[in-house]
């Protein structure tokens, strides 16, 4: 078994760096955090949960249909926000502020194929964001920093893949391999 996801990586140095920026402001509150490390930043599509290696190229063949006809495009990376909110943070996230629609479009294309050829059903709606910390437990100096940070501007980035990953659960946090990219366009 494999545990897997489908994701797009944001990848790009300096906008990375301007997110680890952001995750080392949240720090300075007295809150318990995980913050996501700068080489695990992306945006999940689709969580498939742990499945047999020989359903790899069945998933692999529905990311392929649900991006053939995209080509490369521009997301816009801004907003700090909150799951379920910013008064009780559990999962610190920026959002995705341009082009947000391509990105939901994929994913519930994922949402709607990959259940027909017998992976896990995803019930919640899709909200495309980078997770960027998971709060264990929030206080009210992090509401307060959050508050100050809702309207961060991370910036532009080009999305020119969508990858099929594996995640290794390990004491430090997961680790990231890539099974497959399937490049745009």
């Known amino acids: ?29 007295s809150a318990n955090m995980k913050l996501v490390e700068p080489e695990n930043i992306h945006v999940t599509l689709y969580f498939l949960d742990d499945i047999p290696e020989n359903t790899i190229k069945v998933a692999n063949d529905i990311v392929k249909r649900c991006t053939s006809d995209q080509e490369p495009f521009e997301i816009y990376i801004s907003k ?3 799951f379920p909110s910013i008064k009780k943070p559990r999962v610190i996230w920026i959002g995705i502020t341009k082009n947000a629609d391509i990105v939901t479009k994929i994913a519930n294309c994922l949402k709607k194929h990959l ?11 899709f909200h495309p964001h980078i997770t960027i910390a998971r709060v264990k437990r929030y206080t009210s100096d992090l509401k307060q920093i959050m508050k100050s940070l809702e309207d961060t501007d991370i910036g532009p980035f080009i999305v020119k893949s969508v990858k ?19 490049n745009l366009g």
Not at 164 to 182: A, C, F, N, Q, V
């Open 1 to 29: 078994m494999v545990r897997a996801f489908i994701a797009i990586d944001i990848d790009e140095k300096k906008l990375v760096d301007k997110i680890v920026l952001l995750q080392k402001r949240l720090l300075e509150s």
């Open 115 to 125: 259940p027909q050829a017998g992976f896990r059903k995803e019930t919640k709606t």
């Open 80 to 82: 700090l926000s909150a």
């Open 164 to 182: 099929l990953k594996k995640s290794t659960l390990t004491s430090r946090g997961p680790i990231y391999e890539d099974l497959s990219i399937i």
